[in-house]
């Protein structure tokens, strides 16, 4: 129904900047929101942000708030993640989410579609 693919991901130094993007396709006007979520080796997955397609409302976590950025291009189906003053407890798969219902953005149990993951590697 919506698949997701990201892209971005690679290796920088700690203080650089990286842009992710998720491209969106099939059934993309059924999801209400799209999302960020990254996971460390060991770690639960976390939520990072959240954008809402039609209203362009955000969300962050507390980690990122002021370094990262969410946006979206409508017209491309596409959601990216500017990340900014990167830090070595970033690194982690990030995955690009969609949501299809309205409620808690903070739980990825609750996210309905999900990307491959993307790897991000900072270096100290």
């Known amino acids: 129904q919506v698949q997701l693919v990201e892209s971005g991901g690679g290796l920088v130094q700690a203080g650089d900047s990286l842009r992710l993007s998720c491209a969106a396709s099939g059934r993309t006007f059924s999801t209400s929101a799209m999302g960020w979520f990254r996971q460390a080796p060991g770690k639960e997955r976390e939520f990072v942000a959240a954008i809402t397609w039609l209203a362009g409302s955000t969300y962050y976590a507390d980690s990122v708030k002021g370094r990262f950025t969410i946006s979206r291009d409508n017209a491309k189906n596409t959601v990216y993640l500017q990340m900014n003053s990167l830090k070595p407890e970033d690194a982690a798969v990030y995955y690009c989410?969609?949501?299809?219902?309205?409620?808690?953005?903070?739980?990825?149990?609750?996210?309905?579609?999900w990307g491959q993951g993307t790897q991000v590697t900072v270096s100290s």
């Open positions: 989410a969609g949501h299809s219902v309205r409620g808690n953005y903070y739980d990825p149990r609750l996210w309905q579609y």
